[in-house]
């Protein structure tokens, strides 16, 4: 079975401070792992992903995540914090595409 | 590409009225598509999987027969809250997964309908 565990339900950082959510998974399976931003009222949007080439992903928007199969994590960052950061992100696991698992979220707050 | 489309992005219905909500698939062709249902400040929740021409499989405690959902194409899938109540006012997103190519491992996701019950 696959689940998703996001430590910190809300994160302030500073205007131009490094921004990393957490993200810990659980797969039976090699997982495929995404990062989505959902911003107010909208549906989400694929930040990056994980499908078993490199460990180190670049996204969009300054963001990257590291896969570590010996931690079972995939944390997001950013060096530099910005204003349009702020909003939702969902960390997701998923078999081959198909059924994907969310975790609860993380609600990224940007101090100016 | 891989643009998922929904309409209608709002609804507002009285209690006891049924409400479709459409979610396509424009730029490619999608076996099968999902339905979920966001609470304020919460995450997703897997409402079903919409198989093309067969079935929807429903998650635990989701009612088949209030959450109707039909997947008559492979660019369209079709969620109809029946008899719809207050209580089922939410946020509901749908995604797709590509049949192949390059991203046949993701899921493209809608941009959400805000269905609001009074």
């Known amino acids: 079975a696959q689940s998703v565990t996001q430590l910190g339900s809300h994160v302030s950082v500073s205007e131009g401070a490094l921004v990393l959510l957490r993200c810990n998974y659980s797969s039976s399976v090699p997982p495929y792992l995404f990062w989505y931003v959902q911003y107010p009222n909208q549906g989400l949007q694929l930040l990056l992903k994980y499908t078993s080439a490199a460990t180190l992903v670049k996204g969009i928007n300054g963001f990257e995540a590291e896969f570590k199969k010996s931690e079972t994590s995939f944390h997001l960052t950013k060096p530099s914090a910005h204003m349009s950061d702020a909003a939702e992100y969902f960390c997701a696991v998923s078999v081959a595409g198909n059924q994907f698992y969310f975790g609860t979220g993380t609600s990224l707050t940007v101090i100016p | 590409g891989a643009v998922v489309s929904q309409h209608p992005s709002r609804v507002i219905c009285k209690s006891g009225t049924s409400v479709k909500i459409e979610c396509r698939s424009l730029d490619f062709q999608a076996t099968t598509m999902f339905w979920y249902r966001q609470f304020p400040k919460k995450s997703l929740m897997l409402m079903a999987t919409?198989?093309?021409?067969?079935?929807?499989?429903?998650e635990q405690g989701v009612e088949k027969d209030k959450f109707l959902i039909n997947h008559a194409s492979l660019t369209l899938s079709t969620l109809t809250v029946t008899s719809a109540h207050p209580e089922d006012s939410s946020f509901y997103i749908c995604?797709?997964?590509?049949?192949?190519?390059?991203?046949?491992?993701?899921?493209?996701f809608g941009p959400g309908t805000r269905l609001t019950v009074l």
């Open positions: 919409s198989n093309e021409g067969s079935k929807a499989t429903y």
């Open positions: 995604s797709a997964n590509p049949i192949a190519g390059a991203s046949y491992n993701e899921q493209f």
